[in-house]
């Protein structure tokens, strides 16, 4: 008798709260939010405006790389986040693409006096750019870093782990290196 109530409950439970067999069910017309809607809400917007806002808030020029990693983007997205003082006050250029979520890149810039330290145990290599100073490559659970100063900033390039084969360390220091590729004003104009 306990034996038969107790499968009754069961079987009252299963039909009463829908309890099914792992699948899910979604809506077609169930669509994520455009990455260009996302981001805004985060405090992203143009490159060229973040850039601005950090240069106004420092009172010093911004120099980015010319070069990006040779993989696919879809979204080009920059943020100054000004937060108190100026420890975490960063720019942040993100490159992603909504049709390959492994390729993410990003560079943070702050202040070198405000600088992240790493422990000795995530730099797998070190390279002397062609400045002279280092960039430290860096691994992570999810994704590779090269980090390095100039003209008191400090620079983090970051790939996602899953790229990491395309996009090298030194196809990283080659990025770092094109910060000081001269523009000519004529090159601009053609």
Sequence with gaps: MRKSISILMLVFSILILGINNGTVYAN???????????YPEIGYKT???AVKEFERHFKQDL???????PINFTHYFGRFSDL????????????????????HYSIDVRPVKHKIPFKKQYIHKVFKLKKGNEAKYLEFRG??????????????????????????????????????YPIEEKDILE
């Design 28 to 38: 077609t017309s169930d669509k994520p939010e455009p990455l260009e809607e996302i």
């Design 47 to 49: 490159v060229d405006e």
């Design 63 to 69: 120099k980015l790389p010319l070069r990006i990693p």
């Design 84 to 103: 108190d003082g100026d420890t975490n006050d960063t720019f942040e250029l993100k490159l992603i693409s909504d049709e390959s979520p492994e390729n």
């Design 143 to 180: 994704f590779c870093a090269l980090v390095f100063e100039r003209e008191n900033w400090q620079y983090m390039l970051r790939i996602d782990k899953r790229v990491s084969d395309m996009v090298t360390p030194e196809v990283l220091v080659e990025i770092a290196n094109s910060i000081d």
